[in-house]
């Protein structure tokens, strides 16, 4: 998730830049001279180091000494990493108390055999005095030849002989004159944050959507969605908010962002699109791939580079219930329920009681519905208000050192760490919620506290899902608008559904919120089974500790997959479009 180590305030009791600066000669020393064992010395016993395609074209999280020796002495000579210096972003800091237990934080940039990168070092004082490093970060920020078109680098703008602007924009997303480079499957957030990458390094890149707007995608999910997340995480790259935009971004605003995003960044998306077919041949290593435009015509586009970006979450899973097909009212998943107003004195059970169970069940009960949540399992719930912030931390807050900044802590934080600070991350939040974690259960709803779990980080790395972040659905539950129902659905009935124990309930609507198939079976149904046998899983944590499938090689060539939420996006989105740069240059061999 996006837990960043900062919940503290940084000291001053500690000389943080001579420390972080006598750290960072040694590795400088050690690193440039390509001497392993200096490198790992300066390493503590039990630590981490987490490249993000700097020494090898992957991600990838190396753990003690052990694991960190064997990847350098097989990656650190060809990356040549030079001229390791001080960041001048941000300065170092210890951040802990008093006691010196905490950590000293070093940003640092540096440049490698195929461009620039930055790193985040964070060190721990050990027994005899000696400061180490806990963990190592190193990202590569730019290859050289394809830097970003940003800020001092930003493009002058084009003066056309006997063309307009408009005319131009309308040739290049039309693709008259050539084909993309890179073909994206999918407008939602990571699918628009690729291309804008794409597109600031010089790269054709097509976005196919198969609704008819851009932010479709959000528009069209229930009346009633706003985004968990505050605006200082769920923000896009090179394109920050208004100053005047809301902490919690209602859906059909998010639309209406992605439509003035895919604009301002100029990216070619072809809307109300839908991909009839895609082929990858072997001997031309180019995917073709069936288009089928809005105004019914054909067209065939070829590309070394296909991106999945239809959703980690996008295919409902619905449990195989016997019965279903006899209950005489509706049964719906949450991805299709889009307001409980037709709902007004009905009798609904959601079935479910995770973020989306959660929203569309305050939204049944608001429209004045008689609303149930049936609760299969003991739930994780921390609040918006006050818990969240403890998974989050004060990076992505107004005071905290800003998106840049906050994006490389988070990165610099391999997910194993995240884990297994989780526990104490989740005792936190239920300290902080601890009044309304009582109230639901003196209602009969079941707390998972988060010791075993991990909470909403453990969850969250491991399956995406199954908590709740509460936006109000909550206090329903305690005073009664919502009620409970424990058990396990056994069947539906005519008029509604029975529990395993044999308890029946009677209702006219079921809205199952029970999750999503992972993305490797949305693979296989859109791009078929000769790719889908071929890549890895998606999401979970693979035996490093990183994200399988996503942003990374995924065992079938020129085939690539993105998602999760905007933050994932805007941060990994970066070292998903250089592996694919990388390759369509020949920088990677």
């Known amino acids: 998730m996006t837990q960043t180590e900062e919940t503290f305030s940084p000291s001053t009791s500690i000389d943080a830049e001579s420390i972080a600066s006598a750290w960072l000669y040694s590795f400088a020393q050690a690193v440039e001279s390509g001497n392993v064992a200096d490198v790992v010395g300066l390493f503590a016993e039990s630590s981490w180091w987490r490249d993000a395609v700097v020494l090898s074209w992957n991600l990838r999280t190396l753990k003690d000494h052990e694991g960190i020796q064997a990847y350098l002495a097989e990656h650190l000579e060809g990356a040549a990493l030079r001229e390791i210096e001080l960041w001048d972003g941000a300065k170092p800091a210890y951040n802990g108390p008093d006691d010196g237990s905490g950590y000293v934080e070093v940003f640092f940039r540096f440049r490698t055999a195929f461009g620039w990168g930055l790193g985040d070092a964070r060190l721990k004082r050990g027994e005899e005095g000696e400061w180490a490093a806990w963990t190592v970060m190193t990202s590569l920020q730019e290859l050289d030849g394809f830097e970003l078109a940003v800020g001092a680098n930003r493009r002058e703008g084009e003066r056309i002989p006997k063309q307009s602007w408009s005319e131009l924009r309308r040739r290049v997303q039309e693709f008259e004159d050539e084909d993309p480079q890179v073909i994206i499957l999918g407008g939602g957030q990571g699918g628009l944050t690729a291309a804008a990458y794409l597109e600031l390094m010089g790269v054709r890149a097509l976005v196919i959507e198969r609704n008819d707007r851009v932010g479709d995608v959000w528009r069209k999910r229930y009346d009633s969605l706003v985004l968990h997340d505050p605006i200082w995480l769920d923000q896009m790259a090179f394109m920050p908010y208004p100053e005047a935009w809301p902490v919690y971004t209602p859906k059909d605003k998010v639309g209406d962002w992605f439509d003035m995003y895919a604009q301002a960044m100029d990216l070619n998306v072809w809307t109300g699109s839908e991909m009839t077919g895609c082929t990858y041949s072997e001997d031309t290593r180019e995917w073709t791939v069936e288009v089928r435009r809005s105004n019914g015509e054909t067209r065939t586009v070829r590309a070394p580079h296909f991106i999945l970006a239809t959703g980690v979450f996008t295919d ?143 969850l969250g790395l491991r399956s995406g899902g199954g908590f709740c972040i509460d936006v109000g659905s909550c206090d329903y539950i305690v005073d009664g608008r919502i009620g409970v129902v424990s058990g396990e659905l056994a069947r539906f009935t005519k008029t509604g559904i029975e529990l395993t124990d044999g308890r029946s309930y009677d209702y006219d609507l079921v809205v199952m919120a029970t999750g999503f198939k992972n993305m490797r079976e949305s693979a296989r149904r859109i791009v078929g089974d000769s790719v889908a046998d071929h890549i890895t899983p998606i999401w979970g944590l693979d035996e490093e500790g990183e994200l399988q499938g996503l942003w990374r090689p995924t065992g079938h060539p020129g085939f690539w997959v993105t998602g999760g939420s905007f933050s994932y996006a805007r941060i990994y989105s970066r070292f998903l479009t250089i592996q694919i740069v990388a390759e369509l240059s020949g920088k990677k061999k």
């Open 316 to 458: 409902p899973h619905i449990p195989d219930i016997e019965g279903m097909h006899d209950f005489e009212g509706v049964v719906r998943h949450t991805t299709t329920h889009g307001s409980g107003k037709p709902w007004a004195g009905k009798r609904a059970l959601v079935v479910g009681t995770g973020n989306s169970g959660n929203d569309v069940a305050k939204d049944l009960a608001d429209h004045g519905a008689k609303v149930d949540m049936l609760q299969r399992t003991p739930t994780y719930v921390i609040t918006q208000k006050d818990g969240l912030s403890a998974v989050h931390g004060t990076a992505y807050l107004p005071s905290g050192p800003g998106v840049q900044v906050a994006d490389l802590m988070n990165l610099a934080t391999p997910y194993p760490v995240s884990i297994q600070n989780a526990p104490a991350i989740a005792k936190i939040a239920g300290e902080r919620d601890q009044k309304l974690l009582k109230d639901l259960e003196a209602v009969g709803y079941r707390i998972d506290d988060g010791q075993e779990s991990g909470g909403m980080i453990g």
